[in-house]
């Protein structure tokens, strides 16, 4: 056969498929354009009618189909069906008439898209129902839309899981599912979307991994899985994303290191990885991303320092590694990015000098460099910042004066230099700063005068000056503050009536005024602009009445104005207060009956009425307040009985009703409190000890059924009928804390230490023995048996009942737990909870224990203690001095955890006495100038406190130490002590492994710290609230030389903690 015959043959086919088409139409059909738009729009309007009927569905001009579908619009050039949905509001078709597009973003519909048919979109490419409301489940059958190249369905309230039939959508170049409520994994199918160029999975409830089939898309640019709850690593494979732009995983949980692969990303312009739990260093081949604007790392655990390539990054805007722990110095290489505009290394472990090269960085406009240990001055050159609108540079251990240029910067609106050790003036060109809105110099040594040109800065709405030694008035000019919302003046020396202008704050939420010397009347209108909620004027000098405007001052939380001498009739001069939740007016000249409106204050946690002139009985109905948990109405003349609806006082842990003339028995509703909050767990056998931790009716006629009535007691929960029996069967017994029978556990303790038996003792001091217990519920206490002064049983009592008052009104993870006492005739002991690691001292006399306690450990104990100490010294009141600071009474829990003990010598500082009393204390530890006086103060502490920090620096008691050091250093002769030309190095306990890096800026802050304590005069030693906040702001000294080139006489000589 020729070729031309054959080819003539294989056209026949063809030929006859074609006849057959034009003859016969009806034989073979085809879908026709008319249908398939008839179809669309039946399904759309079948959607449109499940969706919620409002306002917004009403702007949808999607109108029914005509009956006849093949009518046509004979005034088109281009005929289409009228049932046609391609001209339908946010609806776009094809060439052929299909639709192809469907955009209803911000529409305001709402429903879900359970009867959208995906099937009947056939040619979809583009759906947009983004910022819509939108809920329940994404269906599955979205994976119909085979053609699909943009999916946005952000911002709605989709919820449930990502169907993994989205993995189906090949086609897929946009998928946005931002801003909603989906859960669950992100499913792995997603790898498969290879065309994806943009992916925004943000601010949902995604949990689970990062699938490693991300690594294959390689086609991305912008990924966001920001704001989810995303765990474990970052994928080492994201590296394969060489076309990324933009990364932001941000706000998740995700750990461990940041991988070194993220280096290849080449491309990447904004890389956010701050707010969550990375750890390790940064990896130094992110100096790789050189078109890299946008650095997030903050809220992080990084560690080590900061990659110098990092400095590389010349196109960097804006660099974010705040809230880490990162050390080392700030280098000036820093000066290279002057694209930058913000600048964030705040809250890390970094040191040294602020380098000279950060002043040049003109672009800048936010600078944070607070919560680290950077040292030296702020130099001159910040005058080169002319952008600046942020400046935080707070709690630091920044010296020196304030530089002039820093008041040149007009346009700052943020400035933080508190906490730090800047001295001098707050100059009159402070005016200069007309658009600032926050101003925060607290806790410096400022001083002088507060300028009148304060004035001037209309826009702050925040000024922080408390811990400061400014003195004079406040200035008229405050008054002119009107945007102004907190105000703090606290802790300083200013003095003179406190300004009627402050009347004009009336934007005023926070006003502290408190430890001051200001005289005269408090202006009466003060709350006039009745948005007031925490105002205190404490420990001043002021006199005259109550402001009136507090009576109706509705907003109030917290009110603080003891320790003045106000007069006024209380029961007129306060209101109700639904938001009230402590207000202290004690130790005023107040006179009156107290009112039964402090049930209508149904947030109130204490009431401090004490040290007035108030009379009359207590008013029943307080037991409404039934949030209370401290009332104090001692020292008053108040009569009558204890209201019987006290009892209903469940949440009570300290009552305080000495000093008045009440009569009667102790309620035996008291028997009713049910809860008692410690911070440790209660032995099964005490477990129902009670929430009243203090109750106090000394000075009174009230009837108490144990012996002592002296100065404190602790109340328990026991029926009359168990009291009654108690005492006649065990009379020897004064008094019990515990909800147990008293004489079952007087006997077992007797039982499980055969008799105090020492076998079974654990440790002596000075004021008694210490017992390990095993009781029958296998619990462990330890029992403090006291020793007896028979010859003087008096003093017996006093110790005995020191301990249990400085115990009961004191609560402090880092202070002893007192579970109970009791009083008897052959022992008296107090009941504790048991720490497993025994005293410091014990730990670091032996060897093998002393290796245990680690730097990190050592620096926790000293932490522990100074915050003990400052709160004994700073929140109680009146405050607790210890006396008897030593390693044998810091005792440790089973983690290592300091708790001070032993306060059978702690003494109350009456600050209408003075406090001159019997030297008492431990030798090698008692402060130098109690041997030539009897007064104690707090300071008395600190000196003890030095001591044990330097024992326990040194792994034994420093001797003399201390004092050659300080001869020394202030010594020429050349025969002064070797100990001032002594290394640091060789101070440090020598049985432990040599402090790392970050570890010696901590520990030779304590060293120093420990000098600082141990001055001579006790007036230039810190105080202990001091030491603590230092100890918690994680400010460290930076020495220029290592330990081993460092002396101690160079430490000593350092500018550092004052007090």
Same mark, same amino acid.
């Given at each position: 056969?020729?070729?031309?015959?054959?080819?003539?043959?294989?056209?026949?086919?063809?030929?006859?498929?074609?006849?057959?088409?034009?003859?016969?139409?009806?034989?073979?059909?085809?879908?026709?354009?008319?249908?398939?738009?008839?179809?669309?729009?039946r399904?759309?309007?079948?959607?449109?009618?499940?969706?919620?009927?409002?306002?917004?569905?009403?702007?949808?001009?999607?109108?029914?189909?005509?009956?006849?579908?093949?009518?046509?619009?004979?005034?088109?050039?281009?005929?289409?069906?009228?049932?046609?949905?391609c001209?339908?509001?946010?609806?776009?078709?094809?060439?052929?008439?299909?639709?192809?597009?469907?955009?209803?973003?911000?529409?305001?519909?709402?429903?879900?898209?359970? #009867?959208?048919?995906?099937?009947?979109?056939?040619?979809?490419?583009?759906?947009?129902?983004?910022?819509?409301?939108?809920?329940?489940?994404?269906?599955?059958?979205?994976?119909?839309?085979?053609?699909?190249?943009?999916?946005?369905?952000?911002?709605?309230?989709?919820?449930?899981?990502?169907?993994?039939?989205?993995?189906?959508?090949?086609s897929?170049?946009?998928? &946005?599912?931002?801003?909603?409520?989906?859960?669950?994994?992100?499913?792995?199918?997603?790898?498969?979307?290879?065309?994806?160029?943009?992916?925004?999975?943000?601010?949902?409830?995604?949990?689970g991994?990062?699938?490693?089939?991300?690594?294959?898309?390689?086609?991305?640019?912008?990924?966001? @899985?920001?704001?989810?709850?995303?765990?474990?690593?970052?994928?080492?494979?994201?590296?394969?994303?060489?076309?990324?732009?933009?990364?932001?995983?941000?706000?998740?949980?995700?750990?461990?290191?940041?991988?070194?692969?993220?280096?290849?990303?080449?491309?990447?312009?904004?890389?956010g990885?701050?707010?969550n739990?990375?750890?390790?260093?940064?990896?130094?081949?992110?100096?790789?991303?050189?078109n890299?604007?946008?650095?997030?790392?903050?809220?992080?655990?990084?560690?080590?320092?900061?990659?110098?390539e990092?400095?590389?990054?010349?196109?960097? =805007?804006?660099?974010?590694?705040?809230?880490?722990?990162?050390?080392?110095?700030i280098?000036?290489?820093?000066?290279?990015?002057?694209?930058?505009?913000?600048l964030?290394?705040?809250?890390?472990q970094?040191?040294g000098?602020?380098?000279?090269?950060?002043?040049?960085?003109?672009?800048?406009?936010?600078?944070?460099?607070?919560?680290?240990?950077?040292?030296g001055?702020?130099?001159?050159?910040?005058?080169?910042?002319?952008?600046?609108?942020?400046?935080?540079?707070?709690?630091?251990?920044?010296?020196?004066?304030?530089?002039k240029?820093?008041?040149?910067?007009?346009p700052?609106?943020?400035?933080?230099?508190?906490?730090?050790?800047?001295?001098?003036?707050?100059?009159?060109?402070?005016?200069?700063?007309?658009?600032?809105?926050?101003?925060?110099?607290?806790?410096?040594?400022?001083?002088?005068?507060?300028?009148?040109?304060?004035?001037?800065?209309?826009?702050?709405?925040?000024?922080?000056?408390?811990?400061?030694q400014?003195?004079?008035?406040?200035?008229?000019?405050?008054?002119?503050?009107?945007?102004?919302?907190?105000?703090?003046?606290?802790?300083?020396?200013?003095?003179?009536?406190?300004?009627?202008?402050?009347?004009?704050?009336?934007?005023?939420?926070?006003?502290?005024?408190?430890?001051?010397?200001?005289?005269?009347?408090?202006?009466?209108?003060?709350?006039?602009? &009745?948005?007031?909620?925490?105002?205190?004027?404490?420990?001043?000098?002021?006199?005259?009445?109550?402001?009136?405007?507090?009576?109706?001052?509705?907003?109030?939380?917290?009110?603080?104005?003891?320790?003045?001498?106000?007069?006024g009739?209380?029961?007129?001069?306060?209101?109700?207060?639904?938001?009230?939740? @402590?207000?202290?007016?004690?130790?005023?000249?107040?006179?009156?009956?107290?009112s039964?409106?402090?049930?209508?204050?149904?947030?109130?946690?204490?009431?401090?009425?004490a040290?007035?002139?108030l009379?009359?009985?207590?008013?029943? /109905?307080i037991?409404?307040a039934?949030?209370?948990?401290?009332?104090?109405?001692?020292?008053?003349?108040?009569?009558?009985?204890?209201?019987? &609806?006290?009892?209903?006082?469940?949440?009570?842990?300290?009552?305080?009703?000495?000093?008045?003339?009440?009569?009667?028995?102790?309620?035996?509703? @008291?028997?009713?409190?049910?809860?008692?909050?410690?911070?440790?767990?209660?032995?099964?056998?005490?477990?129902?000890?009670?929430?009243?931790?203090?109750?106090?009716?000394?000075?009174?006629?009230?009837?108490?059924?144990?012996?002592?009535?002296?100065?404190?007691?602790?109340v328990?929960?026991?029926?009359?009928?168990?009291?009654?029996?108690?005492?006649?069967?065990?009379?020897?017994?004064?008094?019990? =804390?515990?909800?147990?029978?008293?004489?079952?556990?007087?006997?077992e303790?007797?039982?499980?230490?055969?008799?105090?038996?020492?076998?079974?003792?654990?440790?002596?001091?000075?004021?008694?023995?210490?017992?390990?217990?095993?009781?029958?519920?296998?619990?462990?206490?330890?029992?403090?048996?006291?020793?007896?002064?028979?010859?003087?049983?008096? #003093?017996?009592?006093?110790?005995?009942?020191?301990?249990?008052?400085?115990?009961?009104?004191?609560?402090h993870?880092?202070?002893?737990?007192?579970?109970?006492?009791?009083?008897?005739?052959?022992?008296?002991?107090?009941?504790?909870?048991?720490?497993?690691?025994?005293?410091?001292a014990?730990?670091?006399?032996?060897?093998?224990?002393?290796?245990?306690l680690?730097?990190?450990?050592?620096?926790?104990?000293?932490?522990?203690?100074?915050?003990?100490?400052?709160?004994?010294?700073?929140?109680?009141?009146?405050p607790?001095?210890?006396?008897?600071i030593?390693?044998?009474?810091i005792?440790?829990?089973?983690?290592?955890?300091?708790?001070?003990?032993?306060?059978?010598?702690?003494?109350?500082?009456?600050?209408?006495?003075?406090?001159?009393?019997?030297?008492?204390?431990?030798?090698?530890?008692?402060?130098? /100038?109690?041997?030539?006086?009897?007064?104690?103060?707090?300071?008395?502490?600190v000196?003890?406190?030095?001591?044990?920090?330097? #024992?326990?620096?040194?792994?034994?008691?420093?001797?003399?130490?201390?004092s050659?050091?300080?001869?020394?250093?202030?010594?020429?002769?050349?025969?002064?002590?070797?100990?001032?030309?002594?290394?640091?190095?060789?101070?440090?306990?020598?049985?432990?492994?040599?402090?790392?890096?970050? #570890?010696?800026?901590?520990?030779?802050?304590?060293?120093?710290?420990?000098?600082?304590s141990?001055?001579?005069?006790?007036?230039?030693?810190?105080?202990?609230?001091?030491?603590?906040?230092?100890?918690?702001?994680?400010?460290?000294?930076?020495l220029?030389k290592?330990?081993?080139?460092?002396?101690?006489?160079?430490?000593?000589?350092l500018?550092? @903690?004052?007090?």
């Amino acid at each position: 056969m020729t070729s031309l015959t054959s080819a003539k043959l294989c056209f026949l086919p063809y030929c006859l498929v074609i006849f057959l088409y034009v003859s016969s139409p009806n034989w073979v059909a085809f879908p026709s354009a008319t249908s398939t738009s008839h179809t669309e729009a039946r399904a759309l309007l079948k959607w449109k009618a499940s969706l919620f009927p409002n306002q917004a569905l009403n702007h949808l001009t999607w109108y029914p189909p005509s009956h006849n579908i093949n009518a046509t619009n004979s005034s088109s050039s281009n005929p289409k069906p009228k049932t046609s949905p391609c001209t339908w509001t946010g609806v776009s078709c094809n060439s052929a008439g299909s639709v192809c597009t469907i955009n209803l973003s911000t529409c305001g519909i709402q429903g879900t898209l359970h #009867e959208f048919s995906f099937l009947s979109f056939p040619n979809l490419e583009y759906l947009n129902l983004s910022l819509n409301k939108l809920f329940h489940a994404i269906p599955p059958q979205i994976s119909n839309l085979s053609k699909l190249h943009h999916l946005d369905l952000s911002q709605n309230q989709f919820s449930s899981l990502i169907p993994k039939e989205i993995g189906n959508l090949k086609s897929l170049v946009y998928l &946005g599912l931002s801003d909603n409520n989906l859960s669950g994994l992100i499913p792995p199918y997603i790898g498969n979307l290879i065309k994806l160029n943009t992916m925004y999975l943000y601010d949902n409830k995604l949990s689970g991994l990062i699938p490693k089939d991300i690594g294959n898309l390689k086609s991305l640019v912008n990924l966001d @899985f920001s704001g989810n709850n995303l765990s474990g690593l970052i994928p080492p494979n994201i590296g394969n994303l060489t076309n990324l732009n933009t990364l932001y995983l941000h706000s998740n949980q995700l750990s461990g290191l940041i991988p070194k692969e993220i280096g290849n990303l080449k491309s990447l312009v904004d890389l956010g990885l701050s707010y969550n739990n990375l750890s390790g260093i940064i990896p130094p081949n992110i100096g790789n991303l050189i078109n890299l604007k946008f650095l997030y790392l903050g809220k992080n655990q990084l560690s080590g320092l900061i990659p110098k390539e990092i400095w590389n990054l010349k196109s960097l =805007v804006i660099l974010d590694l705040s809230y880490n722990n990162l050390s080392g110095f700030i280098p000036p290489n820093i000066g290279n990015l002057i694209n930058l505009n913000t600048l964030y290394l705040g809250s890390n472990q970094l040191s040294g000098l602020i380098p000279k090269e950060i002043w040049n960085l003109k672009s800048l406009v936010n600078l944070a460099l607070s919560n680290n240990n950077l040292s030296g001055v702020i130099p001159p050159n910040i005058g080169n910042l002319i952008n600046l609108n942020i400046l935080y540079l707070n709690n630091n251990q920044l010296f020196g004066l304030i530089p002039k240029e820093i008041w040149n910067l007009n346009p700052l609106v943020d400035l933080g230099l508190s906490h730090n050790n800047l001295s001098g003036l707050i100059p009159p060109n402070i005016g200069n700063l007309i658009n600032l809105n926050t101003l925060y110099l607290a806790e410096n040594q400022l001083s002088g005068l507060i300028p009148k040109e304060i004035g001037n800065l209309k826009s702050l709405v925040n000024l922080d000056l408390d811990g400061n030694q400014l003195n004079g008035s406040i200035p008229v000019s405050i008054g002119d503050l009107r945007n102004l919302e907190f105000l703090f003046l606290g802790d300083n020396q200013l003095s003179g009536p406190i300004p009627q202008e402050i009347e004009n704050l009336k934007k005023l939420t926070s006003l502290q005024l408190g430890v001051n010397q200001f005289s005269g009347y408090l202006p009466q209108n003060i709350c006039q602009g &009745g948005k007031l909620t925490y105002f205190s004027a404490e420990k001043n000098n002021l006199i005259g009445p109550i402001p009136k405007s507090l009576k109706n001052c509705t907003s109030l939380v917290r009110l603080r104005l003891d320790q003045n001498q106000l007069t006024g009739n209380i029961s007129e001069d306060f209101g109700v207060y639904p938001n009230l939740d @402590f207000i202290d007016v004690s130790h005023n000249n107040l006179y009156g009956e107290i009112s039964h409106n402090w049930q209508k204050c149904p947030k109130l946690t204490a009431l401090r009425l004490a040290g007035n002139n108030l009379t009359g009985s207590i008013p029943p /109905e307080i037991g409404n307040a039934t949030l209370l948990h401290e009332l104090d109405l001692s020292s008053n003349h108040l009569v009558g009985l204890i209201p019987m &609806g006290f009892g209903r006082l469940t949440s009570l842990e300290r009552l305080m009703l000495n000093g008045n003339q009440l009569s009667g028995r102790i309620p035996s509703e @008291f028997g009713s409190l049910t809860r008692m909050e410690i911070n440790c767990s209660i032995p099964s056998v005490m477990s129902n000890m009670e929430s009243l931790v203090t109750l106090n009716f000394s000075h009174n006629n009230v009837l108490v059924f144990a012996l002592f009535t002296t100065v404190f007691v602790i109340v328990q929960r026991k029926k009359k009928h168990q009291d009654t029996k108690q005492t006649h069967m065990h009379g020897e017994i004064s008094f019990s =804390v515990l909800n147990f029978d008293g004489k079952s556990m007087y006997e077992e303790i007797i039982r499980a230490t055969e008799d105090f038996d020492s076998t079974y003792c654990i440790g002596k001091g000075g004021h008694g023995s210490v017992y390990r217990v095993n009781l029958s519920s296998e619990d462990v206490v330890a029992v403090k048996k006291l020793h007896p002064l028979w010859d003087g049983e008096t #003093e017996f009592q006093k110790e005995f009942l020191n301990e249990v008052r400085a115990l009961t009104e004191i609560r402090h993870r880092n202070i002893v737990k007192l579970y109970g006492f009791c009083a008897h005739k052959r022992h008296s002991f107090l009941v504790y909870g048991y720490l497993e690691r025994g005293s410091l001292a014990a730990m670091l006399s032996k060897d093998e224990e002393a290796k245990e306690l680690g730097w990190s450990k050592r620096v926790n104990i000293v932490k522990g203690l100074a915050h003990a100490l400052s709160y004994m010294h700073h929140d109680c009141l009146p405050p607790i001095v210890h006396r008897d600071i030593s390693s044998k009474n810091i005792l440790l829990d089973s983690e290592y955890e300091a708790c001070v003990s032993d306060f059978g010598t702690a003494k109350y500082l009456n600050p209408d006495s003075t406090n001159c009393t019997a030297a008492a204390g431990t030798y090698g530890y008692m402060a130098p /100038e109690l041997a030539y006086t009897m007064e104690v103060n707090e300071k008395c502490d600190v000196y003890s406190f030095g001591v044990v920090t330097l #024992e326990i620096i040194m792994g034994s008691h420093p001797g003399d130490f201390f004092s050659s050091l300080s001869s020394g250093a202030s010594s020429s002769s050349s025969s002064a002590s070797p100990a001032p030309e002594m290394p640091i190095s060789e101070v440090l306990d020598q049985r432990v492994s040599p402090p790392t890096k970050q #570890e010696a800026g901590e520990v030779v802050s304590l060293v120093k710290i420990a000098f600082a304590s141990l001055n001579p005069s006790s007036q230039c030693r810190p105080t202990m609230k001091k030491v603590s906040q230092l100890l918690s702001s994680t400010q460290r000294l930076h020495l220029s030389k290592p330990l081993h080139m460092t002396t101690c006489g160079e430490l000593l000589a350092l500018d550092g @903690f004052t007090a």
